[in-house]
Structures are given as structure tokens and as C-alpha cells.
């Protein structure tokens, strides 16, 4: 079975740089996706990579993956307050369409 | 970008009542709808994969006659909390899958908070 796994908590100040890591155990992952909840609403889609890639950067946001050790990384430049949100990775493995979500990594940024 | 609601945002409901759960791609066709369950300050967990014109896919665990999902037409899914109980409680979320694109995408609404007195 799939596992996906997250750090709790991040706090960062305002300007400075996030990084939330995430690890997941399916060797048959497809595609990697960050998403973004803010307080009682839904999930936004930040950006996703798929399996076969190292990196991809989306203006502010860069995604790390390394296929060998499981692990996938968001690194958030320039972190502004409105940052603030719990941040999901979620994995997709091949012969399943639904997503598997880690456990949340609530980021927290001080003005 | 697409769009995916979800109606009501939130339900209030005495405890043995039914409630449904709307969910509709408004820009898009989704073959595939899937929804989810959030308990508080916890991960999405899948509850069921629902197929156009066919029966829910549904994961172990999750009861089928007591969550009714209905996927009628390319643009909406319906969840259906039947005898609803107080451990129902929880933030429901669907999500869609644009059928035009690939695999990768996947649409989710804004999520339906549920509280059964």
C-alpha cells in the first residue's frame, strides 16, 4: 500500500524561504502534486511534477523530487503572510485515478 | 482555470436525517468524480471513485448503502449521507477529473462542512 508522509508544522518569517518535505513509499507513483488549503476552505492546486522529472519551478514555487529516496520538496520563495496555509502533497500511482494525501504540513508565517 | 462547486457549503442536520451532496464541474466534463473526507486538522481520505453512468467505486471501509453516490451526468455527483449520526460530522470534498485532459488534472471543490446534531 501507499504511504505519504509530512512534517506537521513550519514556521518561517516574512521574506524569508519555506521548504516542506514530503515522503512517500509507492515506487509506482506518476505524479506528485502540492496543494494548498487555506482555513475552512478547499484544496488549491499549487503545481504537480510527474515521476520522470527532478525539478520544476513555477515563479515562486520550486518542486524537488528525488525518485531514489522518495522524496519530494516545495520550496516557497519569498514567503508573504498570505502564504499562511496547510500544504498537502499527494501521490498518484499508476492503476489507481484517485490521489493519496500526506498528512498536512501547517506553514506559518511571522510578519 | 476549471471550476468545481460543491452545494451546500455547509449543513447543519438532526441526527437520523439524510443529507445530499452536490458536486459539479461547471466549465468542464468529468468522467470521473471522486469524493473525499476531511476530519479536523487531518489528511483527505478517499471514500469513493464515481463513474459516470456506472456504480461508485468504493473504499474499504466505507459503506455504500449508508453513503449513496449518484453520478448521473457528466457535470455532477451526488453524495448522499443517509440516517446521518453525529460521527458523520466531517468536511466532505470532491474533486473532478477533466476528460479532455490528462491523468494529471484533478479539480477539487470548496468542500461541504457537515455537523449532525
Known amino acids: 500500500g501507499e504511504d505519504v508522509e509530512q512534517s506537521l508544522f513550519l514556521s518561517v518569517r516574512e521574506g524569508d524561504s519555506s521548504v516542506i518535505n514530503c515522503t512517500y513509499t509507492?515506487?509506482?507513483?506518476?505524479?506528485l502534486y502540492w496543494y494548498k488549503q487555506e482555513p475552512g476552505a478547499g484544496l488549491q492546486l499549487l503545481t504537480y511534477?510527474?515521476?520522470?522529472?527532478d525539478m520544476k519551478q513555477d515563479q515562486r514555487l520550486t518542486v524537488l523530487l528525488n525518485k531514489k529516496d522518495k522524496h519530494l520538496s516545495l520550496r516557497i520563495a519569498d514567503t508573504q503572510t498570505g502564504d499562511s496555509a496547510i500544504y498537502f502533497c499527494?501521490?498518484?500511482?499508476?492503476?489507481?485515478?484517485?490521489?493519496?494525501f500526506g498528512s498536512g504540513t501547517r506553514l506559518q508565517v511571522q510578519p | 482555470g476549471a471550476v468545481v462547486s460543491q452545494h451546500p457549503s455547509w449543513v447543519i442536520c438532526k441526527s437520523g436525517t439524510s443529507v445530499k451532496i452536490e458536486c459539479r464541474s461547471l466549465?468542464?466534463?468529468?468522467?470521473?468524480m471522486f469524493w473525499y473526507r476531511q476530519f479536523p486538522k487531518q489528511s483527505l481520505m478517499l471514500m469513493a471513485t464515481s463513474n459516470e453512468g456506472s456504480k461508485a467505486t468504493y473504499e474499504q471501509g466505507v459503506e455504500k448503502d449508508k453513503f449513496l453516490i449518484n453520478h448521473a451526468s457528466l457535470t455532477l455527483s451526488t453524495l448522499t449521507v443517509t440516517s446521518a449520526h453525529p460521527e458523520d460530522s466531517s468536511f466532505y470534498i470532491c474533486?473532478?477529473?477533466?476528460?479532455?485532459?490528462?491523468?494529471?488534472?484533478?479539480?477539487f471543490g470548496p468542500g461541504t462542512r457537515l455537523l449532525v446534531l
Open positions: 499527494a501521490e498518484r500511482w499508476a492503476g489507481r485515478r484517485a490521489l493519496t
Open positions: 474533486s473532478a477529473r477533466d476528460r479532455k485532459k490528462g491523468q494529471e488534472t484533478q479539480y
Open positions: 511534477i510527474f515521476s520522470n522529472m
Open positions: 509507492d515506487s509506482s507513483s506518476t505524479y
Open positions: 466549465d468542464f466534463q468529468a468522467t470521473t
